[in-house]
């Protein structure tokens, strides 16, 4: 690029104005990034942010700090070059840049999705130097100049908002006002940002062990919102922290980092996959190599965070392997929650089988257990998934051709990756096949983990599964991991005995992992794979593009499932959600209903006793599982929104919505007093705004009206809901 030329790059529809600004420094930066006609101070050549962030051994950051937004090498790329291609409904922006100094060349990938808001980003790096550089961080995206468009503090009006996300208890959302987790230093006296940044890490094989891969800002005084979500199976930070809007005045550094007193300063959001400082991830390429960074989206709205995660859910339908399951949701009856808890055998499954079947489910899943003889522990044995003959004393097929014949499709669970310590398998294959550390195999709670970029490893799991599917006929696997690996291995290609980072090594297992997946699908494409880790410990769209259900959690208490099954479409599309519905004979009508309820708006996991039913109850279980099947091809198309707002964990009332093609449909919790002090009221009202004035008829869908009470005050757009007898919930849809 000739001094002084100036080029602009990007996209503008009705939903994503999308700009990078080169100036005369030849150095590019996202200089608008907001919803078209959204209040945002456009950043400019004074945003100072390149395109990506690369920290390099040996150089470091302009500033000390855990900042991904200064390092030395970041300031120095300058465009070379870009090209731009569309391939419906995506458009791609790929943007070259090369850093003289390392010799490394950067491709910057930009993939719109048209008319939803949504922009995907990953960078590959390449050297095309004369000596080896080593990489200890680099961003998948990197953006300055977020802002309220207020003056002179930008972020004064934001909101940053993330997700905790434990065993039992996922996808707890927060928020926090970003001028509390970055207070106002006075940047006027000390003349340049902050050292901090208000950032979230995942480490280890579980990607959302401790955190959902996303996030969020948003104006409090707009609405205005950003979110995203790291696409990666793995390890991954993402931070916000504070960017002045001011070039400096000297120095040959981009600028950003000195402010003057008039300056005005704004967010800065950076996505990441593994780094150093975080994951002992760095890398070595040689003269030659590159390296791609783990895929991201980044959406905007004027909507706030529902409209947010509207163009998520967009975002993810459009990214996932097509697949009949996601539109035609079957019912799938798997038997372990609150039942056989792992402890399945032919004279206990064939009567559920039976009543799941008169229920109307149409897979029927053997969760654990079906492989360990009766009586004898298997967590540290596993391996060989074989059936049990103490179990299944006629073999397990008498079993599966019983629910063939009952009308629905087989399905088992397995947990392929691990092998147990005590388990023969460890003898027959080579050391190289499981995962490695400082010469020794790793270890986790009695498991083994294998390491599927050795071939014995992809070998034996590969005729475990092909058993599975191809000699027992299973239609449905679910796919469980229950163990987390961190760091990771230090062993490369195990042929070649290549040492690498323990964070790099991960990454590499990562991406086996997701190898195997697709040609697992590529064999067997008619297959649907439920997502299960502990429950919710690995929800991400580096596996759910290729998945199918995502198990929302591992929570036996009917009470707490609520929050987490409410929440659980701010992290997959709803019809990935599988949340369990596990109804008891000891239950009252009213908690059939509570726990029933939860699962309609998702993907409806039936267990529960229901052989042990009286008619009566069976009854009320059949006409939640009709009231589903009604209501499923629109949930398929549709969006969430949150007549309550997102639920806390000891909410009374908690309300999902969902706004589909001919009809909004919202399902509403009453949990009673439950963890709440004082009185609660047994009847609640709910806004939903987008039937606003519409003469529009509530129908309640389930249960009937001897449980619950509606009423639509179209004026207000109100929604008045009765639910006196706690706990309990109903089904109500709204059509348009």
Request: glycine share 10%; hydrophobic share 40%.
């Amino acid at each position: 690029m000739a001094a002084g030329t100036e080029i602009t790059l990007g996209w503008r529809d009705d939903a994503l104005d999308f700009r990078i600004d080169a100036g005369g420094d030849g150095m590019p930066r996202i200089t608008r990034l907001a919803a078209p006609g959204a209040v945002q101070r456009t950043a400019g050549e004074d945003a100072a942010l390149p395109l990506v962030d690369v920290v390099l051994a040996g150089e470091g950051r302009v500033r000390s700090g855990g900042r991904y937004c200064e390092s030395e090498a970041g300031g120095r790329f300058r465009y070379q070059g870009h090209d731009e291609t569309e391939r419906s409904p995506w458009r791609e922006l790929r943007v070259d840049l090369a850093d003289p100094v390392s010799g490394l060349r950067a491709e910057v990938f930009y993939s719109a999705l048209t008319g939803r808001g949504a922009l995907r980003s990953w960078v590959r790096l390449t050297n095309r130097g004369a000596l080896p550089v080593t990489v200890e961080s680099v961003t998948s995206f990197l953006c300055g100049g977020l802002s309220s468009g207020g003056a002179p503090d930008d972020i004064g009006d934001l909101d940053v908002l993330w997700a905790e996300n434990d065993w039992l208890a996922e996808a707890r959302w927060q928020r926090r006002e970003l001028r509390d987790a970055l207070p106002d230093l006075n940047r006027r006296v000390h003349g340049g940002d902050p050292h901090g940044r208000f950032g979230l890490t995942s480490a280890g094989s579980w990607s959302s062990g401790t955190y959902l891969p996303m996030g969020a800002v948003v104006s409090r005084r707009t609405g205005h919102a950003w979110a995203w979500q790291v696409e990666h199976n793995g390890a991954w930070h993402w931070q916000v922290g504070e960017c002045t809007h001011h070039r400096a005045v000297s120095g040959p550094r981009p600028a950003g980092w000195d402010a003057a007193p008039a300056s005005v300063t704004g967010a800065y959001l950076a996505l990441l996959g593994p780094a150093d400082a975080e994951h002992h991830w760095r890398m070595t390429l040689e003269p030659g190599d590159e390296f791609t960074t783990v895929p991201v989206t980044v959406v905007v709205s004027p909507a706030g965070f529902e409209g947010a995660v509207a163009a998520l859910t967009a975002c993810r339908r459009a990214t996932r392997r097509p697949h009949e399951d996601h539109r035609a949701l079957p019912v799938i009856f798997n038997d372990y929650m609150n039942t056989l808890m792992g402890n399945p055998t032919t004279e206990r499954l064939l009567p559920l089988v039976t009543a799941a079947a008169e229920a109307g489910a149409e897979y029927f899943c053997i969760d654990s257990g079906w492989y360990a003889e009766i009586d004898q522990g298997w967590w540290d044995t596993v391996g060989a998934w074989k059936p049990a003959a103490s179990r299944f004393p006629n073999g397990i097929t008498e079993v599966l051709d019983h629910i063939r014949a009952a009308g629905m499709v087989p399905g088992l669970w397995l947990e392929p990756e691990v092998v147990g310590v005590n388990s023969p398998v460890v003898r027959r294959l080579p050391p190289e096949a499981f995962l490695r550390r400082n010469g020794r195999l790793i270890v986790e709670h009695g498991r083994y983990h294998l390491d599927l970029r050795h071939p014995a490893a992809v070998e034996h799991i590969d005729g475990v599964v092909d058993f599975v599917v191809r000699d027992l006929g299973a239609g449905y696997l679910k796919l469980d991991y229950n163990i987390a690996v961190c760091p990771g291995p230090d062993t490369g290609d195990p042929s070649q005995g290549a040492g690498l980072s323990p964070g790099a090594g991960l990454l590499a297992v990562n991406r086996a992992h997701l190898a195997w997946l697709d040609r697992l699908l590529d064999r067997h494409p008619g297959l649907i794979i439920e997502n299960c880790a502990s429950g919710g410990m690995r929800i991400d769209y580096a596996l759910l593009s290729r998945l199918h259900i995502q198990s929302t959690s591992d929570q036996q208490d009917h009470l707490r499932y609520p929050p987490i099954a409410a929440a659980a479409p701010t992290a997959m599309a709803p019809e990935q959600a599988g949340v369990w519905a596990y109804p008891q004979p000891s239950f009252t009508d009213e908690e059939i209903t509570f726990t029933l309820c939860g699962a309609l708006l998702g993907r409806v996991q039936l267990s529960g006793h229901l052989d042990q039913m009286t008619p009566a109850q069976r009854e009320l279980v059949a006409a939640a599982v009709r009231a589903y099947k009604s209501i499923r091809s629109d949930l398929a198309a549709a969006m969430p929104f949150w007549p309550l707002g997102l639920p806390r964990w000891t909410d009374s009332w908690l309300a999902l919505g969902m706004r589909g093609p001919g009809a909004s449909y919202v399902t509403v919790w009453h949990r009673g007093g439950w963890e709440n002090a004082g009185a609660d009221p047994s009847e609640v009202s709910l806004q939903v705004p987008h039937l606003r004035g519409r003469p529009t008829v509530a129908k309640l869908l389930y249960p009937d009206a001897t449980l619950a009470a509606i009423s639509w005050d179209p004026a207000a757009g109100k929604l008045s809901v009765s639910l006196p007898r706690a706990p309990t919930a109903c089904l109500i849809m709204l059509p348009h």
